[in-house]
Nanobody
């Protein structure tokens, strides 16, 4: 069973950048496809980005494509989300998820989330 812990959230100004990390323990991250999701107040959790086990396949939600980059380091057992050109509508709690199959909102393994607030 893998345990996930997100970090790197905080307050950032519009147009700024932030990098989130998701550190895994209790299992090799290379066994899992990984994803970043986010949930804003009053809204459903939504997919932000996914990455395959070895990082060769990625996909992004339309709202973040070209601004966010998902990556992973299986030696460090960590997945990253680099967020650039941040907008106020990116404000949300960001979660990472792991799944031996396709990552969805129903995936079994989740972190506790990290708050990202984009505001001047």
């Amino acid at each position: 069973q893998v345990h996930l812990v997100e970090s790197g959230g905080g307050l950032v100004q519009p147009g700024g950048s932030q990098r989130l990390s998701c550190a895994a323990s209790g299992g090799s991250l290379s066994r899992y496809n990984m994803g970043w999701f986010r949930q804003a107040p009053g809204k459903e959790r939504e997919i932000v980005a996914r990455i395959s086990r070895y990082g060769d396949i990625t996909d992004y939600a339309g709202a973040v494509k070209g601004r966010f980059t998902i990556s992973r380091d299986n030696i460090k057992n960590t997945v990253y989300l680099q967020m650039n050109s941040l907008k106020p509508e990116d404000t949300a709690v960001y979660y990472c998820a792991a799944d031996p199959s396709f990552v969805t909102a129903s995936s079994h393994y989740w972190g506790q989330g990290t708050q990202v607030t984009v505001s001047s």
